[in-house]
């Protein structure tokens, strides 16, 4: 008797779910000279050291996106690194036994964005692997201005032993990649603007049916398209009234209803 043969699956990679490590500004919350002071409009700084307060206690933004690949195995990918990384990932991949770092995305080229980059040596160091970095061009230039041995290892010094990061120059504009089995359509939106007034751009990501744009002051009319029909729109929302860089609530609010 011939075993009949098995009919071929094809597993793909999805989504499995994201989780937030960060959703302030780049000072974070609590401001320091706020819960040192009398100062009595400031009420979140205070109240975000208390028990029942203690959501209002924000880090840089970042998002945890973690993924059943189809080999089986987790993946874990993180949106924005910046200079409270460390202690997120602390208090959050200890309460959801994230083990590993496999790739990183970032989003621009601030210090609320990327200045945890260093601090990856604890996933790479620890088990000797190379974790992959996908950012635009000018991101990448800043990030070698500011880090040169992360992206040149020939400009380490002392010991010589730095973070192990392989950089990947993605286009901003409307280009998707894959990344462990996921498509990630990069969304080009406006964050303000350089000293000579033109437009600062911010590369947000489209995944699956997420949109995840934390910086934003304008979306652009021809972006707008890659972002319809997304489930979950993560979006900007400095304050109540609008600010150079951000939207506020209410633009965010106005951009829901759009979208």
């Known amino acids: 008797m011939v075993p009949a043969e098995a009919t071929p699956t094809t597993a793909v990679s999805r989504v499995r779910e994201v989780i937030f490590l960060g959703s302030g500004t780049s000072a974070c919350i609590p401001v320091v000279p706020c819960i040192t002071s009398n100062y009595e409009k400031c009420k979140a700084c205070k109240i975000s050291l208390t028990p029942e307060g203690s959501k209002n206690r924000r880090r840089n ?25 460390l202690e997120s990932a602390t208090e959050v991949f200890v309460k959801h036994d994230v083990k590993s770092i496999d790739a990183v995305l970032l989003t621009h080229g ?29 991101t990448l230039d800043v990030v070698a201005h500011t880090f040169p041995y992360l992206v040149d290892t020939s400009f380490a010094t002392g010991s010589g032993l730095v973070t192990q990061l392989e950089f990947h120059a993605i286009d901003s504009a409307f280009v998707p990649f894959e990344c462990h089995g996921i498509e990630f359509q990069p969304l080009r939106v406006e964050h303000g603007t350089h000293s000579d007034g033109r437009p600062f751009y911010f590369t947000g990501f489209r995944f699956d049916d997420v949109s995840y744009l934390s910086d934003v002051s304008r979306i652009p009319d021809e972006t707008r398209p890659l972002i319809e029909g997304s489930r979950l729109l993560i979006i900007d929302a400095l304050k109540w009234t609008s600010f150079s860089s951000h939207f506020g609530y209410w633009d965010a609010l106005e951009e829901v209803r759009r979208f």
């Open 61 to 85: 933004t970042s998002l945890l996106v973690r993924i059943d690949h189809a080999d089986g195995r987790e993946r874990n990918i993180v949106i924005d690194c910046g200079k409270t990384f």
């Open 110 to 138: 601030h210090a609320d964005a990327m200045f945890g980059l260093d601090d990856l040596r604890q996933w790479t160091s620890s088990f000797g692997v190379t974790i992959p970095i996908y950012c635009d061009q000018e």
